[in-house]
């Protein structure tokens, strides 16, 4: 993770990339790039643009593309790491699969909440949790949840360990609906 702020901005790019196997067989190949901007109107109102673009062989997805925008509004805040807010937006789903299951192109809508909070004075705890699903078929939803602890290094590096979960209401054809991803890496702030 990379991220700035200013003083009504806040940009962030992330990436990531796991391939794993357990008795010759592959159990994780996975690749993931995104960007985040947020515009603060108000100290506590926003609004956002996302994009991300991932790939999945072992849940037969080549190709995953994921555009929202929306607005967001933080509900408490003592700091800029101790927060919660909530968003709510529209956006544009693509995915791509390798095997028989259908290209999908949907409208979507997405509702999320963040929270963010200090353990011990200085490690960094964030908790997220999304829903993403088209406008025309709600039961084929997307629900995410991230659970982050960064400890400091010093000013601008941190070290952090996550535990992602995915559920997909609509999976690729006999692929299970829950992904579950943890790692560990290394977070700058320029």
Not at 77 to 86: A, C, K, R, T, W
Not at 162 to 173: F, I, K, Q, S, V
């Amino acid at each position: 993770l990379i991220h700035r702020d200013w003083k009504n901005d806040h940009v962030e790019f992330r990436g990531f990339a796991t391939y794993g196997t357990s008795e010759g067989e592959v159990n994780r190949d996975s690749q993931l790039l995104g960007g985040l901007w947020r515009h603060f109107y108000q100290p506590e109102f926003y609004s956002y643009a996302s994009l991300e673009m991932s790939r999945d062989e072992v849940q037969d997805r080549s190709f995953r593309g994921l555009f929202n925008v929306g607005a967001g509004y933080i509900l408490w805040q003592e700091s800029d790491l101790e927060l919660f807010s909530i968003e709510g937006g529209l956006g544009y789903r693509v995915e791509v699969y390798s095997g028989v299951t259908a290209t999908r192109h949907d409208a979507t809508a997405r509702l999320a909440a963040l929270y963010k909070d200090l353990l011990f004075e200085d490690v960094q705890f964030t908790q997220s949790a999304e829903i993403i699903f088209p406008v025309t078929d709600v039961n084929s939803f997307i629900a995410r949840s991230e659970s982050l602890l960064a400890i400091p290094l010093n000013e601008a590096w941190a070290f952090r360990f996550g535990l992602r979960l995915e559920w997909n209401n609509d999976p690729a054809a006999g692929r299970d609906e829950l992904d579950v991803l943890a790692t560990t890496g290394l977070e700058y702030k320029f």
